[in-house]
C-alpha cells in the first residue's frame, strides 16, 4: 500500500535540499504519494519541479524559527509562535483531506508542522540537515520549545555523523545517520578518458555568502597569480545577497584578477562546468554534509576542503579521498591548490577513482530511499497516539495570550516606509541626472573635492561608489555602523577614533540624511554633505 507522506519543504530556491528531496521523490514514488507543503514566497521554478515528479503542492505562510545569535528577543519569540501557530491550523484540513500518514519535516528551520502533527495526532520524522549555530551563526528562538518538539519526534534523522554529534552534544537527543543519496547516473562522468588536469577551479553553491567561504578561494589565487600561476582561474557560483556580491566583485577588480576569476549566476546543472574544471573548492565552515563535495566527486573533479564538519567526513581526514586545508587561512588554501597542481598526474588519477567510487558507493539514492522506506514503515507500523492534551493546551493557552490580531508576514513600520520612499525619490533624481549627460563627479569637481569618505554602504552607497570609481575622486574610508557582511570583503572605518584625512564626507543613508549629517558635524568634520544635496544641486 502507498503510503500518503507529507513533506515540508522550508526553503525558496533550488539548493541542496531542495535537489535532494526531489532526487528521493523520484526515487520512491512508486511507493509513495508525496504532498509537498512550501511557503508562500517560494519561487515558482521549485514548484514546477516538485509538480513534474506528479506530487501534489500546496502553498501557506510559514516562518522560520530562527535569528543571528544573541538577537532573540521576547517580542520575536513570541511573534514567531504565533505565525507557527497559525500554519499548524492551517496544515490540519490539508493533513485530513490528503489522508496523511507521517509527516517529513525536511529541515530544522521550522517547527509548525510537528505541532500539527501533535495535533492531528499522527507521527512526523525530523531531518536535521542543517547545523543553525556552528555554520551559519544563528541560533533557534524558542529553544525550550524546539528541544520538546525534537524529543516528541518519532525519528530523528541527522544527515551525517558530524551533524548526529553535534545533536548529541548540544540536546542530548539520538538521530539515525542516513548520508543523503543522488541519482547517480546524473552526476556520474566518465573518467578514464581525462588525458591531463587544468588549472581551472570551481566552486560552486546555490548561496553566496561569508559563511560559504567564496572570499577564501578569490584571495587564494591571488596569492597564486603573484607567485606566478597567472594561468590559473577559479569559476564561482551561486546567488547571493546583492551587496555581498557586490563586494566581491569590486574585490577582483581592485586585484586585476578579472581574468582569473569569474563570478556566474546559480545554475540547475552544473556539468558543463564540471567538464571544465579539474579541481572543486569547498569553503564552507561547518558543512552538515556537503552534496556539492558529493557531486564534484562523481564528476570527477578533485575536491580541496575546508577541514572541518561535514566536508572532512566525505574527503577523509587523511585526505584519503581530496585535499583540505585550514578553513578561512586563504594562504593555506593557496598552498592546498599548489599543491594539487604539482602533484604527479598518477596520484591525482588514483585519487580521482577513489573519490568516485566512494561517492557511488555510499550515496547512492537507491540505497538511501530504502532506509528512508524503511523508517517510514517502521515509525507509522509502530505509532502509538501520545497523550498530548496538557502539551496542546498549552500551546493553545499561549496562542490566545498573543492575541487574536493576525501577522502577516513581515511588518514594515512607518519609518521603513519613509525610508524607502526617500531613496526611491533619490534614485529618480539620479536617474535625470545621468539621463541629462551629467554625473555625480561634475559637483566634487566644483567645490574641489578631491577625497571622500562614504557614510552609509547600503544600495545608493555602492552606487555613489561605482561611479566614483576610477575617477580622480579618491574614496579613501567606508563608514557603516550595519555592513551586511561587506566588512568581511572591504575595509571600513570607524568615526570614533582618529579624525578622517578626506576633503568631504558623503552621507548616503535615505530617510535619516539631516540627523547624520549634523551628528557628524558635531565631531568636528567641517564638510559632510548629504547625498540629497548633491543631486539636488545637479539636479
Same mark, same amino acid.
Given at each position: ?13 533550488? *539548493? ?70 497559525? $500554519? ?11 489522508? &496523511? ?9 521550522? /517547527? ?11 507521527? +512526523? ?24 518538539? +525534537? ?15 553535534? /545533536? ?10 542516513? /548520508? ?49 600561476? =597567472? ?24 586585484? *586585476? ?10 545554475? +540547475?546543472?552544473? %556539468? ?6 579539474? +579541481? ?15 557531486? %564534484? ?13 561535514? @566536508?572532512?567526513?566525505?574527503? *577523509? ?18 598552498? =592546498? ?5 604539482? @602533484? ?10 577513489? $573519490? ?66 526617500? $531613496? ?11 539621463? *541629462? ?27 555613489? /561608489? ?38 568631504? &564626507?558623503?552621507? =548616503? ?31
Amino acid at each position: 500500500m502507498k503510503r500518503n507522506i507529507l513533506y515540508i519543504f522550508n526553503d525558496n530556491n533550488l *539548493g541542496g535540499a531542495a535537489l535532494s528531496l526531489l532526487d528521493t521523490l523520484a526515487e520512491i514514488r512508486e511507493y509513495v504519494n508525496a504532498i509537498i507543503i512550501l511557503r508562500d514566497t517560494v519561487e515558482d521554478e521549485v514548484s514546477s519541479k516538485f509538480e513534474e515528479l506528479g506530487s501534489c503542492c500546496y502553498k501557506i505562510r510559514f516562518s522560520t524559527d530562527y535569528v543571528n545569535i544573541g538577537k532573540v528577543t521576547d517580542e520575536k519569540k513570541e511573534n514567531e509562535f504565533k505565525q507557527s501557530y497559525e $500554519a499548524a491550523l492551517q496544515l490540519l484540513p490539508i493533513i485530513k483531506q490528503e489522508r &496523511i500518514h507521517l509527516i517529513h519535516i525536511n529541515s530544522s528551520v521550522s /517547527y509548525f508542522a510537528a505541532l500539527a502533527a501533535l495535533m492531528a495526532g499522527i507521527p +512526523y520524522v525530523w531531518h536535521i540537515r542543517e547545523l543553525m549555530e556552528e555554520q551559519f551563526g544563528c541560533e533557534f528562538l524558542d529553544k525550550e520549545l524546539k528541544h520538546e518538539l +525534537y524529543i516528541q519526534a518519532d525519528k530523528l534523522i541527522a544527515i551525517s555523523n558530524f551533524v548526529s554529534l553535534k /545533536y548529541q552534544e548540544k540536546f542530548s537527543l539520538e538521530t539515525k545517520k542516513i /548520508y543523503d543519496g543522488l541519482d547517480i547516473k546524473r552526476f556520474r562522468f566518465e573518467i578514464d578518458k581525462k588525458s591531463d588536469f587544468g588549472n581551472i577551479f570551481l566552486a560552486a553553491a546555490a548561496v553566496i555568502s561569508a559563511e560559504k567561504g567564496q572570499i577564501d578561494a578569490i584571495k587564494a589565487v591571488e596569492r597564486l597569480v603573484q607567485q606566478g600561476y =597567472t594561468e590559473v582561474r577559479l569559476m564561482i557560483v551561486g546567488s547571493g545577497n546583492d551587496s555581498y556580491v557586490w563586494a566581491l566583485k569590486k574585490y577582483i577588480k581592485k586585484k *586585476g584578477l578579472e581574468n582569473n576569476i569569474s563570478i556566474l549566476p546559480f545554475r +540547475y546543472d552544473l %556539468a558543463g562546468l564540471r567538464k571544465e574544471a579539474s +579541481y572543486e573548492i569547498i569553503c564552507s565552515q561547518n558543512e552538515a554534509l556537503g552534496r556539492v563535495t558529493i557531486e %564534484a566527486m562523481l564528476a570527477g573533479n578533485i575536491v580541496i576542503g575546508a577541514r572541518n564538519g561535514g @566536508t572532512t567526513e566525505i574527503i *577523509g581526514a587523511n585526505e584519503e579521498r581530496g585535499y583540505l586545508y585550514e578553513l578561512h587561512n586563504s594562504e593555506d588554501l593557496a598552498d =592546498t591548490m599548489i599543491r594539487a597542481i604539482n @602533484t604527479a598526474k598518477g596520484v591525482k588519477d588514483e585519487i580521482v577513482n577513489l $573519490a568516485q567510487t566512494y561517492a557511488e558507493t555510499i550515496f547512492d539514492s537507491r540505497k538511501y530511499c530504502n532506509e528512508l522506506l524503511q523508517v517510514y514503515d517502521q515509525v507509522i507500523n509502530s505509532f502509538v497516539p501520545k497523550n498530548q492534551v496538557a502539551f496542546l493546551n498549552k500551546q493553545n493557552d499561549r496562542y490566545k495570550l498573543a492575541g487574536s490580531k493576525k501577522i502577516s508576514g513581515i511588518q514594515v513600520s512607518s519609518n521603513q516606509l519613509l525610508k524607502l520612499q526617500a $531613496a526611491f525619490n533619490l534614485s529618480v533624481k539620479w536617474i535625470e541626472i545621468k539621463q *541629462g549627460g551629467h554625473n555625480l563627479q561634475e559637483y566634487f569637481d566644483q567645490y574641489s573635492i578631491k577625497s571622500i569618505a562614504i557614510y552609509g554602504m547600503a544600495a545608493l552607497g555602492r552606487r555613489l /561608489y561605482d561611479e566614483l570609481e576610477g575617477s580622480h575622486i579618491s574614496i579613501k574610508y567606508l563608514i557603516d555602523k550595519n555592513p551586511d557582511e561587506l566588512d568581511k570583503v572591504m575595509e571600513f572605518t570607524s568615526l570614533n577614533g582618529k579624525m578622517l584625512e578626506v576633503d568631504a &564626507i558623503v552621507v =548616503t543613508v535615505a530617510g535619516n540624511e539631516r540627523n547624520i549629517v549634523e551628528e557628524i558635524k558635531s565631531m568636528g568634520y567641517g564638510n559632510v554633505i548629504g547625498l540629497s544635496s548633491v543631486l539636488n544641486a545637479l539636479n
